[in-house]
C-alpha cells in the first residue's frame, strides 16, 4: 500500500498510522522523524534543516522533499509505505506528485481523518505526557489524579500546545492551509475523507475497507 493519511492535532491520526503500520508492514515516513534522524546523522540535508530550525525559521520544502525522496529510494519502500502527516500545503502536494512521478510510482490513495474541533480540543485537553519515557496518556483512561507513568514512574505533565487556546489556533492554521489541499486531492479522485470520531477499531475497519476496495462508506 502506498497512502497519505492527513488530519489535524488530535485527530488519531499517529494512532491509525501505526495499525496500518503493523497491518502492512509497511514503511511509516514522519517528516518530523526523518528530520530528527537527518539532523542526528548530520546528512547535507540534515544540516541544512538544523540551520533553519536553529534560526527559528520553517524547514523549506524542497529540504522535506529531498529528505522524503531519500526515504523512498529503497524499492521495498517505494512499494509500501504510509506517509503520516505530509503534505500540509498546496505546493507541498504539488511537489510531492512531482517527486512521486519521477520515481514512477501511484499513490493507492490520500486519507483524510477529520473529527470536530471542539471534540478534538477535549481530547488533547485529556492528553498527558511522561516526561521520562515520553509515553502518552489519556485522563479518561487512566483517572485525573494520575500523576505518574505506569510504565517507567516519570511524572506526567501536559504540553502547553496541547491546551485549549494553543490548540484553536493550530486548528485555525491548520483549517487555512489545509482546505487547497483537501480540494486539490478530491479534484483529482484520490480522497477519501473518514469520521475519526468513532472508536479505534472501527475508524482502523473503515481504513481497511478503503484501502482493500477503493471505496469506503462514511
Not at 530550525?53 to 522533499?65: F, R, T
Not at 521495498?76 to 512521486?100: C, H, M, S, V, Y
Not at 505526557?129 to 506526567?156: K, M, P, V
Request: glycine share 8%.
Amino acid at each position: 500500500m502506498r497512502i497519505i493519511l492527513f488530519g489535524p492535532p488530535g485527530v488519531g491520526k499517529g494512532t491509525q498510522a501505526k495499525l496500518l503500520v503493523e497491518e502492512f508492514h509497511s514503511a511509516h515516513i514522519s517528516t518530523g522523524d526523518l528530520l530528527r534522524e537527518a539532523m542526528k546523522k548530520q546528512t547535507p540535508l540534515g544540516l541544512k534543516a538544523q540551520q533553519y530550525m536553529e534560526s527559528g525559521n520553517l524547514v523549506p520544502d524542497d529540504v522535506v522533499i529531498g529528505l522524503i525522496g531519500e526515504a523512498l529510494k529503497p524499492e521495498e519502500a517505494q512499494q509500501n509505505f504510509i506517509l503520516d502527516g505530509f503534505p500540509r500545503t498546496l505546493p507541498q502536494a504539488k511537489a510531492l506528485d512531482a517527486l512521486l512521478e519521477k520515481l514512477n510510482i501511484r499513490l493507492d490513495g490520500v486519507v483524510s481523518l477529520h473529527v470536530d474541533n471542539e471534540e478534538i480540543v477535549r481530547r488533547l485537553d485529556q492528553r498527558r505526557l511522561c516526561s521520562t519515557c515520553g509515553r502518552i496518556y489519556t485522563l479518561g483512561c487512566i483517572g485525573a489524579e494520575a500523576t505518574t507513568c505506569a510504565n517507567c514512574g516519570g511524572q506526567l505533565y501536559q504540553r502547553e500546545d496541547d491546551k485549549p487556546g494553543p490548540v484553536r489556533r493550530r486548528l485555525e492554521v491548520y483549517q487555512q492551509q489545509t482546505k487547497p489541499l483537501i480540494d486539490y486531492y478530491r479534484e483529482t479522485e484520490r480522497l477519501v475523507s473518514i469520521d475519526g470520531t468513532h472508536e479505534i477499531g472501527y475508524v482502523h475497519k473503515q481504513l481497511l475497507d478503503y484501502l482493500y476496495r477503493d471505496k469506503v462508506h462514511v
